[in-house]
């Protein structure tokens, strides 16, 4: 049983990973690194998987990685570490189906990249976040600049980027950050009812359009649409097609089985 993240599955379809160090605010050590490597691969293969869920236990969402941890590390032993991070991140990216940050708290540097890892992101109004590594002599290295500049746009992101300032919930929301800002009680609930949506929609259908989105954002248009076309070629032949044009005349809920 993995000692530094939580899995539990709040909903049929849905799978919650939470962090799971609030006693020094969710920071990320090599421990958890790898606890969350094992996780995002072992949810790859979940059949039943409809939509994952990623929070923070605590006050906290996750606020970096562990700095007592890194202190005097050797140039080495960092380089180590940090393979073990961007496997993470490369495992957190290729999750199949919408990965939902739920930001309960603070959500910095790592933390805040791994939010913008995320498919799309619901904050507590009282959540904080920021890439702070420039403070540090370093930079991000698991998506951040890269990520924030598609979110944000070049100019804003490099303003968050080189002057390390943390953002409230709402300039979060400003800068494409995160979706909705709701009050930090109904967070999780706000998250559980889009979940539970894209749990009840076809499967096969969500899958493709999460790959769709995501690989035709760096293509031209022409490509783009290539690629929905295909995608929508595939899903019209398909069981779950046929059975959500016969429930919708039957009005009746679909029954979707992935097929």
């Given amino acids: 049983m993995p000692e530094t ?3 539990t599955d709040p909903a049929p379809g849905v799978a919650m ?9 969710n920071a990320l050590s090599t421990q958890m690194g790898m606890e969350l490597l094992e996780a995002w691969t072992s949810l790859h293969d979940r ?38 991070f961007e496997a993470m991140a ?10 939902i940050a739920a930001v309960n708290g603070a959500a910095m540097g790592g933390g805040c990249e791994m939010t913008l890892l995320s498919d799309f992101a619901y904050a507590a109004d009282t959540a904080r976040f920021g890439l702070p590594e420039v403070t540090l002599g370093i930079m991000p290295g698991l998506g951040g600049t890269q990520l924030l500049t598609r979110q944000a746009g070049e100019r804003r ?45 076809a499967p096969l259908s969500v899958r493709t359009l999460k790959r769709v989105v995501h690989e035709g954002h ?7 649409m290539e690629m929905e076309l295909s995608g929508y070629n595939r899903l019209f032949k398909t069981a779950d097609r046929r059975e959500g044009v016969a429930s919708f005349n039957e009005k009746r809920t679909p029954a979707f089985k992935g097929d």
């Fill in 157 to 201: 992101a490099l303003e968050i980027l080189v002057s390390g300032r943390p953002l409230s919930a709402q300039e979060a929301l400003e800068a494409g950050i995160v979706n909705r800002v709701v009050p930090a009680a109904e967070l999780m609930e706000a998250v559980l009812e889009t979940a539970r949506r894209i749990a009840a929609n």
């Fill in 47 to 84: 059949a039943d998987l409809r939509c994952v869920i990623l929070t923070g236990e605590g006050k906290h969402f996750q606020a970096g990685a562990d700095l007592k941890e890194r202190n005097g590390m050797t140039d080495e032993a960092w380089a180590e570490q940090h393979k073990v």
């Fill in 17 to 25: 990973v939470a962090f799971n160090r609030p006693e020094v605010a």
């Fill in 218 to 224: 760096g293509q031209d248009l022409a490509a783009a």
């Fill in 90 to 99: 490369r495992a957190q990216l290729a999750v199949p189906v919408p990965v």
């Fill in 5 to 7: 993240i939580k899995l």
